[in-house]
């Protein structure tokens, strides 16, 4: 059998990577912003999911228009 070295995490530990309330992630997971996967009653968000999200925001922020006053 082949080793699995895929990682996967709580919801509490995708919110303590990210440094964010748990009911965030919950939020990004039901806005369909944060791929999750289901597991019975909880959710598993796969490390590489979590850190696609987090480039893609960044990307985000950096294209953001400046405000003028």
Sequence with gaps: MAKVTTTMM????????MKVDPKTVYRLINDKELKAAAVG??????LRDLEDF???????????????Y
Excluded: C, D, F, G
């Design 10 to 17: 709580t919801v509490e530990e995708a919110a303590e990577y």
């Design 41 to 46: 009653r909880v959710y598993r968000i796969y």
């Design 54 to 68: 987090l480039q893609k925001s960044k990307l985000k922020v950096q294209r953001a228009p400046k405000r003028s």
